[in-house]
C-alpha cells in the first residue's frame, strides 16, 4: 500500500466514528423512554429530535470557525481538541437527567467537536492526491455515510446489554480513544515550493475566503449546496414514515429498506467525487439535479409502487451523498487549493441552512396536504432552480 493512501483509511475511520449522529434514531426512543419515566413528564417530538437537529446546527457553523484556525494553528492541535471535544460530549450526555441536558452535551458540545475535526481530513487527503482529489475525498467521506451499518447495531446491542445512557459514556471513552490516537497520524505533505508568489497563485486560480465571497460563482455554488441538502436530508429524514404510510409496507419492510437507501448515501460520495475529477463541477450538479428531478417525477406517478419507490429513494440517497463530495471537490475545482479549508467551512453552512429549513418546509407539506407525497413538489421546484442556477453561473 502507498503512504498516502493510509490516509483515507485513517479518514474513513475517523468518520466511521463521527457518523455516529446518524445512528440518532436508535438512541431516541429508548433515551426518551427512561427521561420520562425519571422526571415523570412527557417529551415532544419536537424536542426529542431537537439533540440531533442542534448536532448539524453547530456541526454546520463551527466549519468555518475551524477553517479560519487552520491556517493559524497546528491541524494536529484541531483534530485533538475536536476529538476530546467529541468523546467528552457523548461521555456527558450519559449523565442526562433531561432532553436539555442532551441538546447542550450530545448537540451543542459534539456538533462543535465534529465540526472542528470535519474539514481537517478532507483537506489532507486533497492534499496528498491533487490527481485525484473528487475520489479520494468521496471515499474517505464513505465512512460517514456507512456509520449507521456498523454504529447503529453495535449502539442498539450496548442499548440492550448496559441500557441508553450507559451507551452513551461507553462509546464517548471509545471515540475519544479512537479519534485522538488516529489525529496524531494526519499530517499535510511537506511543501516543496511553500513560497509562491502573488502572481503564481493568481494564475493557478487560488482564492482566499474574501476574495472567494465577492464572485458569483460563491453564491451560486452556496445556493447549490443548500438545495442538495435541503433535498436529500427531507427525504432521508421521511424515508421509514413514506415507506409506511404511502407505499403501505411494514415497519420491518420500511427498517430494512432504509438500511438499504444507507448503502447508496454512502456510495454516492466516492461515485461523484469520481465522476466530477472527471466532468467538472457544473456537469456533475446537472446531473444531480436532473436524477433527483426524474425521481420525485415517477414518485408524483407511481404514488404507492414499491419499485418505483426503491428506486426513487436510492436515487435521492445516493444524491446527498454525492453532494458530500461535489462540494468540498468544487470548491477546489473553482477556488483552488491553498486555502481549502477555509473556503469549504463557509460553503458548508449551506448545509446547516438546508438541514434546518427541510425540517420545517417537510413538516409544513405534511401538516397542510395531510401527506408525505407532497414534499416532492419543493423537491421538484428547488432543483429546477438549483439547474438553472448551476448552468448560468458555474464555470465548467
Not at 28 to 50: C, R, T, W, Y
Request: hydrophobic letters at 50%; charged letters at 10%.
Amino acid at each position: 500500500m502507498k503512504r498516502r493512501e493510509n490516509y483515507i483509511i485513517i479518514g474513513l475511520v475517523m468518520f466511521l466514528c463521527m457518523g455516529t449522529i446518524y445512528s440518532w434514531g436508535v438512541f431516541q426512543n429508548p433515551l426518551v423512554k427512561v427521561l420520562e419515566e425519571n422526571n415523570n413528564d412527557h417529551i415532544s417530538s419536537i424536542m426529542a429530535g431537537m439533540p440531533y437537529t442542534t448536532f448539524l446546527f453547530f456541526y454546520a457553523f463551527t466549519m468555518p470557525v475551524a477553517g479560519i484556525f487552520i491556517k493559524k494553528v497546528n491541524p494536529k492541535i484541531l483534530l485533538i481538541l475536536g476529538s476530546i471535544l467529541i468523546g467528552i460530549a457523548w461521555y456527558l450526555a450519559g449523565f442526562a437527567k433531561s432532553i436539555e441536558f442532551i441538546i447542550a452535551t450530545y448537540g451543542i458540545l459534539g456538533g462543535i467537536g465534529v465540526g472542528i475535526v470535519y474539514g481537517i481530513p478532507l483537506a489532507i487527503v486533497a492534499e496528498w492526491f491533487p490527481d485525484k482529489k473528487g475520489f479520494a475525498v468521496g471515499l474517505t467521506l464513505l465512512g460517514f455515510g456507512l456509520s449507521p451499518f456498523l454504529t447503529a447495531p453495535l449502539a442498539g446491542e450496548l442499548i440492550i446489554k448496559f441500557g441508553v445512557l450507559p451507551t452513551f459514556k461507553i462509546l464517548g471513552v471509545l471515540f475519544l480513544i479512537i479519534l485522538t490516537l488516529l489525529s496524531l497520524l494526519l499530517k499535510f505533505p511537506d511543501k516543496n515550493n511553500e513560497k509562491q508568489s502573488t502572481e503564481d497563485l493568481e494564475n493557478l486560480g487560488e482564492f482566499t475566503s474574501k476574495e472567494m465571497i465577492k464572485t458569483p460563482e460563491f453564491y451560486a455554488l452556496w445556493i447549490c449546496y443548500t438545495i442538495g441538502t435541503f433535498c436529500g436530508l427531507m427525504i432521508i429524514g421521511v424515508s421509514g414514515s413514506y415507506a409506511q404510510e404511502v407505499v403501505g409496507v411494514t415497519s420491518l419492510k420500511a427498517a430494512f429498506y432504509t438500511s438499504l437507501f444507507a448503502v447508496f448515501n454512502g456510495i454516492g460520495r466516492p461515485l461523484f467525487g469520481a465522476i466530477t475529477d472527471r466532468i467538472g463541477s457544473k456537469n456533475t450538479i446537472t446531473i444531480s439535479y436532473v436524477t433527483i428531478i426524474f425521481s420525485g417525477i415517477i414518485s408524483l406517478i407511481f404514488k404507492s409502487n414499491t419499485i418505483t419507490f426503491v428506486l426513487a429513494f436510492s436515487i435521492i440517497w445516493l444524491n446527498l451523498g454525492g453532494w458530500l463530495s461535489i462540494a468540498p471537490a468544487s470548491t477546489i475545482n473553482i477556488f483552488g487549493k491553498a486555502n481549502y479549508t477555509s473556503n469549504y467551512g463557509i460553503l458548508f453552512t449551506a448545509y446547516g441552512i438546508g438541514a434546518v429549513s427541510q425540517g420545517f418546509i417537510g413538516g409544513y407539506f405534511k401538516e397542510s396536504f395531510g401527506s408525505y407525497i407532497y414534499i416532492f413538489y419543493p423537491v421538484i421546484i428547488s432543483c429546477f432552480i438549483g439547474l438553472v442556477i448551476a448552468r448560468i453561473f458555474i464555470r465548467k
